[in-house]
């Protein structure tokens, strides 16, 4: 257990850094932004390649990657059974949207921190991360790509015609899947190890060092954008749609892990705390980019990332105490 609240604590300092730093704005208006696109383009796929490279193939690929899975679309499921009677009518672009805050985590800017420093290996995010990128983004552009077309032939709440963004083939959406940097970086990795290929010393020390960019560069950014954020502040009358995607994603959807890990695949109990605590992780700040892009569920999306951020890593050590 302290090596777990060690881990947590590693994390919150440098978080704490990233927040100062972006309350003085010493680094300027564009750090944050140039620290999340190196993380995201060069270290990340690096740290990837090298923890995969050393991991076991059938760890990555096994049940961690079907409980990511079927969590994350049971919990958005539920989100999407139960807002139906409960909340207003809303556009089924909008639900989706909100289903997303529920269910997709952030397996890269704070779960591979997260999975290095309390769970003890940055691989233990891969099949998190490999579900969202590989399975998840695919489904859920394709049904935005759909509803949003139906949607288009309404007026908006100003009787003028909502431009939304045209659909995408399904070709470019998976040429697009397949060439993002996460994605390249795990497939190289996991071909290495399946082979045993090893990159000659020099190289492997360069690539190494880009990697150990990654966590800090995630984490010092993740501090940053906290800077002036208060949820809920104009809820846009979508209060309770936030709420509602919140409560799923902190309580509903690592409860639906855990029921998987311990009934359904019958993990031990580190690979039990290790899906609770992935599935704990906050709303995936791509979901509120992805909102913007197809201009819906904005401001469900954007307050759902932002509470969730705020209350997870408290969540986190609560599922600690409870399971580790």
């Not at 079907?66 to 089924?92: C, D, E, K």
């Not at 809920?232 to 409860?255: E, F, Y």
């Amino acid at each position: 257990m302290s090596e777990v609240l060690a881990g947590f604590a590693i994390v919150w300092v440098i978080i704490a850094v990233g927040f100062g730093l972006g309350r003085s704005e010493v680094l300027g208006a564009e750090a944050r932004v140039v620290l999340s696109r190196t993380a995201f383009f060069v270290g990340s796929p690096a740290l990837l390649f090298v923890t995969l490279s050393r991991a076991d193939v059938l760890t990555v690929l096994g049940p961690q990657l079907w409980v990511a899975t079927l969590s994350a679309l049971l919990a958005a499921g539920l989100f999407l059974a139960v807002s139906i009677p409960l909340l207003r009518p809303r556009p089924v672009s909008e639900r989706v949207m909100s289903g997303l805050s529920a269910s997709l985590v952030n397996s890269a800017n704070l779960g591979i921190p997260i999975a290095t420093y309390v769970l003890g290996d940055p691989a233990l995010a891969a099949p998190a991360l490999m579900f969202q990128l590989g399975i998840y983004t695919p489904l859920y552009v394709a049904v935005l790509d759909w509803s949003t077309a139906r949607e288009a032939r309404d007026d908006d709440d100003d009787g003028r015609p909502r431009r939304v963004p045209r659909p995408r083939p399904v070709l470019a959406q998976l040429r697009q899947t397949a060439l993002n940097p996460m994605i390249l970086g795990a497939l190289a990795g996991l071909l290495f190890s399946v082979t045993g290929w090893a990159l000659p010393g020099p190289l492997n020390e360069a690539v190494e060092l880009i990697a150990g960019l990654s966590i800090p560069a995630m984490l010092l950014a993740f501090g940053m954008s906290l800077v002036g954020s208060v949820p809920l502040s104009r809820a846009g009358g979508r209060r309770a749609d936030t709420l509602l995607a919140s409560a799923v994603k902190l309580l509903v959807h690592p409860l639906i892990a855990w029921l998987l890990a311990q009934f359904v695949f019958g993990l031990d109990a580190r690979g039990v705390f290790v899906a609770v605590v992935l599935a704990s992780l906050p709303t995936a700040q791509n979901t509120y980019v992805t909102a913007v892009r197809y201009q819906s569920g904005e401001r469900v999306t954007k307050d759902t990332v932002l509470v969730t951020t705020i209350v997870a890593i408290p969540a986190m050590i609560a599922v600690a105490l409870l399971l580790a």
